[in-house]
């Protein structure tokens, strides 16, 4: 089951409940996906945690093909994840993106340029998009480009956000092109200090953030906006954790900037209610 501490789970608690057990079914795969990375990067001996987690991913990989192929399963995520697959019709192509992706951080990996950054935020973000909205149902192939640009506005937004934490594990998602035109080397975000240089670089990749967002927005087709406020209440909570890193200052080398529940749960009630009345 989703977390009630999840940004998710306050998307979800607005989908009928075969929908819902669908999207928790995909996310607890997605998240133990994601997991078999991230619980392990911290090791001491980081070639002993990489060979661990490259072989949970491969385990991943054969769940996934059991789920489509049919055949034994090992665990219960994979279980409740078979008969969803099914029911919705689920691209298995984006699944497998969304491993490939999680697999990029098996190593202290740099991205040069913003198109390489890019290319993984479609697999580890823009693909989950494209397996939640068969669930959620559309008319519009549109939809579809909906989904990829709120699936990159999201993760960028993680991104930024979680910039002081992801160096714990070695990880500078931030493109290197980026850094060089800031006069940012990763000694100084190492040194998590919110210099005049680091500032604007990271004002710099909000503000990429924030276009994704209106692109995602344009996009949506009418006929669908009903259909998508699970997905639309996901892009409201996450414009707000933007918008706050930004009033911090970007001091997003302390404590990771959350909203609270409550605050959840009013912008999910507030974009419920403006959806149905059509605004």
Request: charge should be neutral; glycine fraction near 6%.
């Given at each position: 089951?989703?977390?009630r501490d999840t940004n998710f789970y306050y998307s979800f608690i607005v989908l009928p409940a075969a929908k819902r057990r669908a999207i928790i079914a995909v996310w607890d795969f997605c998240r133990?996906?994601?997991d078999a990375v991230d619980e392990k990067a911290s090791g001491a001996d980081r070639a002993l945690a990489r060979a661990a987690a490259a072989a949970e991913l491969s385990m991943w990989r054969r769940e996934l093909a059991a789920c489509f192929d049919g055949g034994p399963l090992l665990t219960p995520v994979a279980e409740r994840l078979r008969p969803q697959i099914q029911a919705f019709h689920l691209p298995r192509a984006q699944f497998e993106e969304v491993i490939s992706g999680v697999e990029m951080d098996l190593d202290d990996r740099r991205y040069e340029r913003?198109?390489?950054l890019e290319a993984y935020c479609r697999?580890?973000?823009?693909?989950?998009?494209?397996?939640?909205?068969?669930?959620f149902g559309y008319r519009d192939p549109g939809s579809r480009e909906y989904?990829?640009?709120?699936?990159?506005a999201l993760q960028l937004t993680n991104i930024l956000r979680d910039v002081g934490k992801d160096l714990n594990l070695g990880r500078i998602y931030l493109?290197?092109?980026?850094?060089a035109r800031f006069d940012v080397s990763e000694d100084m975000l190492r040194a998590r200090q919110v210099t005049v240089p680091v500032r604007r670089l990271?004002?710099?990749e909000a503000g990429r953030a924030l276009e994704f967002f209106r692109r995602a927005g344009d996009a949506l087709?009418?006929?669908?906006?009903?259909r998508l406020v699970a997905a639309k209440i996901m892009g409201a909570i996450y414009y707000e954790i933007l918008r706050r890193v930004e009033l911090s200052g970007f001091e997003v080398f302390g404590p990771i900037i959350r909203l609270p529940k409550w605050r959840k749960a009013t912008i999910a009630a507030a974009k419920w209610l403006d959806t149905m009345a059509g605004t």
């Amino acid at each position: 089951m989703a977390r009630r501490d999840t940004n998710f789970y306050y998307s979800f608690i607005v989908l009928p409940a075969a929908k819902r057990r669908a999207i928790i079914a995909v996310w607890d795969f997605c998240r133990a996906v994601d997991d078999a990375v991230d619980e392990k990067a911290s090791g001491a001996d980081r070639a002993l945690a990489r060979a661990a987690a490259a072989a949970e991913l491969s385990m991943w990989r054969r769940e996934l093909a059991a789920c489509f192929d049919g055949g034994p399963l090992l665990t219960p995520v994979a279980e409740r994840l078979r008969p969803q697959i099914q029911a919705f019709h689920l691209p298995r192509a984006q699944f497998e993106e969304v491993i490939s992706g999680v697999e990029m951080d098996l190593d202290d990996r740099r991205y040069e340029r913003f198109e390489d950054l890019e290319a993984y935020c479609r697999r580890v973000a823009s693909a989950v998009g494209l397996i939640c909205i068969e669930i959620f149902g559309y008319r519009d192939p549109g939809s579809r480009e909906y989904a990829l640009n709120l699936g990159l506005a999201l993760q960028l937004t993680n991104i930024l956000r979680d910039v002081g934490k992801d160096l714990n594990l070695g990880r500078i998602y931030l493109p290197l092109e980026d850094l060089a035109r800031f006069d940012v080397s990763e000694d100084m975000l190492r040194a998590r200090q919110v210099t005049v240089p680091v500032r604007r670089l990271l004002e710099f990749e909000a503000g990429r953030a924030l276009e994704f967002f209106r692109r995602a927005g344009d996009a949506l087709p009418a006929v669908d906006s009903r259909r998508l406020v699970a997905a639309k209440i996901m892009g409201a909570i996450y414009y707000e954790i933007l918008r706050r890193v930004e009033l911090s200052g970007f001091e997003v080398f302390g404590p990771i900037i959350r909203l609270p529940k409550w605050r959840k749960a009013t912008i999910a009630a507030a974009k419920w209610l403006d959806t149905m009345a059509g605004t």
